[in-house]
């Protein structure tokens, strides 16, 4: 066995640049492939496809894109300065191309399928351009590259969920693993480009969900993350649509948290027109279901989120948050925020504040309006709130979610909490690391019989302004 290793360069919604280890069988004279994800969990774990896909086709993953024979860039199209971080780091790689006309530059992920054959004229060192549901195809699209030709395969499926596809797990902290349980979107936010480059809801077979969760947890993991788009919405019909095997993501939930009351369960995105009571309630009833909720809200405006096409008002939405509050009290909420879209006035931006002021968020990712090409909003309303204007409301998001997150971590100072050990500190390797229910991360000092994977108890001592500071409980 050998360390193999796999750098991941992200956006705000995942970790930022870490390098990521694993464990594989080395194989000789293997190809080298070297892969970068950027954008949503979601993204990662398909990298985590790919890579399953292509050991089995001899390949082996590398850290060093310098000595790769295959580039993989996973894109994301969701904003427009996550596009240019993709151009740029394309550019880079046209270097390494120029010294070896021999390297596989391949496209995957959004972008390629937003972009489709654009992007084999754009950017002429790519090779392959692969959309989201077409990775079963990059053998043939390799060997397609291998003969001399440009490859691409964007089609999208209505059934695809690589549910018998077992990832190989580039995450390497062999502690915490995601598990997509659906693919695509139905919902068309007026804002959003997703929709056109995942394509179709559909929901993963719950059995194959839990074969991986059972595995993952055989395996020494001890906390699985659930991932779709709209969790909510998960629906699982069976083969025949009378039988009796319909699960609902509260269903789901349950199966899962029945695996071990030491596997610790998380998912993301919930929408607040579809979370039910049904859902909060099975999180209250496990203990290893976190109590952690991630509720884009993207605007406080009833009116702004009508043509944000969100589908609910602000009431529906404060009634969410105080059934959440009132069925799991110390339950974390975060969300996703966008400043500045088409037609907001001042007043509809002191709203979003104003709701924040009532959530009180733990977290959230603020981001300004970024227009798409394609979606509903950018056919339909023109972008009209000046970049200074987006950005300074941008900056007042900002600012208040950093006086609320520190007012919800401080709260924590003084209190013993059950955190999950993840590994080593980033900046100490005296120090160790892990999450509580909340999602919090905590670092405290290293003992000797305390290792990652396992559950324990630490008194909160102080806090910074994203992390908490403590000791083992004595
Ligand atoms: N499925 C999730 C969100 C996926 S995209 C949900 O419905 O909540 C992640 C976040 O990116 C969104 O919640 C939104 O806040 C932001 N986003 C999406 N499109 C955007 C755009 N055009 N401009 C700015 N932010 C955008
Ligand atoms: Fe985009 Fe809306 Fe679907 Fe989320 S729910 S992915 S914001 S269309
Ligand atoms: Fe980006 Fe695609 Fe995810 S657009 S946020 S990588 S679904």
Same mark, same amino acid.
């Given at each position: 066995?050998?360390?193999?290793?796999?750098?991941?360069?992200?956006?705000?919604?995942?970790?930022?640049?870490?390098?990521?280890?694993?464990?594989?069988?080395?194989?000789? !004279?293997?190809?080298?492939?070297?892969?970068?994800?950027?954008?949503?969990?979601? !993204?990662?774990?398909?990298?985590?496809?790919?890579?399953?896909?292509?050991?089995?086709?001899?390949?082996?993953?590398?850290?060093?894109?310098?000595?790769?024979?295959?580039?993989?860039?996973?894109?994301?199209?969701?904003?427009?300065?996550?596009?240019?971080?993709?151009?740029?780091?394309?550019?880079?790689?046209?270097?390494?191309?120029?010294?070896?006309?021999?390297?596989?530059?391949?496209? #995957?992920?959004?972008?390629?399928?937003?972009?489709?054959?654009?992007?084999?004229?754009?950017?002429?060192?790519?090779?392959?351009? =692969?959309?989201?549901?077409?990775?079963?195809?990059?053998?043939?699209?390799?060997?397609?590259?291998?003969?001399?030709?440009?490859?691409?395969?964007?089609?999208?499926?209505?059934?695809?969920?690589?549910?018998?596809?077992?990832?190989?797990?580039?995450?390497?902290?062999?502690?915490?693993?995601?598990?997509?349980?659906?693919?695509?979107?139905?919902?068309?936010c007026s804002f959003c480009?997703?929709?056109?480059?995942?394509?179709?809801?559909?929901?993963?077979?719950?059995?194959?969900?839990?074969?991986?969760?059972?595995?993952?947890?055989?395996?020494?993991?001890?906390?699985?993350?659930?991932?779709?788009?709209?969790?909510?919405?998960?629906?699982?019909?069976?083969?025949?649509?009378?039988?009796?095997?319909?699960?609902?993501?509260?269903?789901? #939930?349950?199966?899962?948290?029945?695996?071990?009351?030491?596997?610790?369960?998380?998912? %993301?995105?919930?929408?607040?027109?579809?979370?039910?009571?049904?859902? #909060?309630? @099975?999180?209250?009833?496990?203990?290893?279901?976190?109590?952690?909720?991630?509720?884009?809200?993207q605007s406080?405006s009833?009116?702004i989120l009508d043509i944000m096409n969100r589908t609910?008002?602000?009431?529906?939405?404060?009634?969410?948050?105080?059934?959440?509050?009132?069925?799991?009290?110390?339950?974390?909420? %975060? @969300?996703?925020?966008i400043?500045?879209f088409c037609?907001?006035?001042?007043?509809?931006?002191?709203?979003?504040?104003?709701?924040?002021?009532?959530?009180?968020?733990?977290?959230?990712?603020?981001?300004?309006?970024?227009?798409?090409?394609?979606?509903l909003a950018?056919?339909?309303?023109?972008?009209?709130?000046?970049?200074?204007?987006?950005?300074?409301?941008?900056?007042?998001?900002?600012?208040?979610?950093?006086?609320?997150?520190?007012?919800?971590?401080?709260?924590?100072?003084?209190?013993?909490?059950?955190?999950?050990?993840?590994?080593?500190?980033?900046?100490?390797?005296?120090?160790?690391?892990?999450?509580?229910?909340?999602?919090?991360?905590?670092?405290?000092?290293?003992?000797?019989?305390?290792?990652?994977?396992?559950?324990?108890?630490? =008194?909160?001592?102080?806090?910074?302004?994203?992390?908490?500071?403590?000791?083992?409980?004595?």
């Amino acid at each position: 066995m050998i360390d193999l290793q796999l750098t991941d360069k992200t956006h705000d919604e995942a970790r930022q640049g870490e390098a990521l280890i694993m464990e594989a069988p080395k194989v000789l !004279n293997a190809r080298k492939l070297y892969i970068e994800s950027y954008g949503c969990q979601m !993204n990662f774990a398909d990298s985590e496809i790919v890579a399953s896909i292509l050991l089995d086709q001899g390949f082996e993953t590398t850290g060093d894109y310098h000595e790769a024979d295959a580039i993989f860039i996973n894109t994301c199209s969701i904003r427009e300065n996550a596009e240019q971080r993709v151009r740029n780091r394309l550019s880079q790689f046209g270097i390494e191309k120029r010294r070896n006309p021999k390297l596989i530059v391949g496209v #995957l992920g959004c972008m390629a399928e937003r972009l489709k054959s654009k992007f084999l004229e754009e950017e002429k060192l790519v090779d392959m351009v =692969v959309g989201p549901d077409a990775y079963r195809d990059l053998p043939q699209l390799i060997e397609q590259v291998g003969e001399g030709q440009k490859a691409i395969n964007v089609l999208l499926s209505r059934e695809e969920t690589y549910a018998d596809i077992s990832p190989v797990r580039l995450n390497g902290n062999g502690i915490t693993a995601f598990i997509s349980i659906m693919r695509g979107c139905d919902n068309m936010c007026s804002f959003c480009v997703v929709p056109f480059t995942r394509g179709r809801e559909r929901s993963r077979d719950p059995y194959s969900i839990l074969a991986e969760a059972q595995d993952l947890f055989d395996r020494g993991y001890k906390e699985v993350t659930l991932l779709g788009q709209n969790v909510d919405s998960y629906k699982w019909k069976g083969a025949d649509e009378a039988s009796e095997t319909m699960v609902n993501f509260a269903q789901l #939930l349950e199966k899962v948290a029945l695996i071990s009351p030491d596997l610790r369960i998380r998912f %993301s995105t919930s929408h607040p027109k579809d979370i039910t009571d049904e859902v #909060l309630y @099975t999180i209250k009833r496990y203990d290893n279901i976190c109590n952690n909720i991630h509720l884009p809200v993207q605007s406080g405006s009833s009116r702004i989120l009508d043509i944000m096409n969100r589908t609910y008002t602000r009431e529906w939405y404060i009634n969410r948050i105080d059934a959440i509050r009132s069925i799991i009290p110390d339950c974390a909420i %975060s @969300t996703d925020v966008i400043a500045g879209f088409c037609t907001e006035t001042e007043e509809e931006h002191q709203e979003t504040l104003s709701m924040m002021d009532y959530v009180g968020y733990d977290f959230a990712f603020c981001f300004s309006y970024s227009e798409r090409p394609g979606t509903l909003a950018a056919r339909k309303f023109e972008d009209d709130i000046p970049e200074d204007v987006k950005k300074r409301r941008l900056q007042e998001i900002l600012l208040k979610q950093q006086v609320t997150s520190l007012q919800r971590l401080q709260a924590s100072v003084g209190k013993t909490v059950r955190i999950l050990v993840e590994g080593f500190s980033k900046k100490s390797d005296k120090d160790l690391c892990g999450r509580n229910d909340q999602n919090a991360m905590i670092v405290f000092p290293a003992a000797e019989n305390v290792v990652p994977g396992q559950y324990v108890n630490v =008194v909160i001592e102080r806090c910074t302004s994203a992390t908490l500071l403590g000791r083992i409980a004595s």
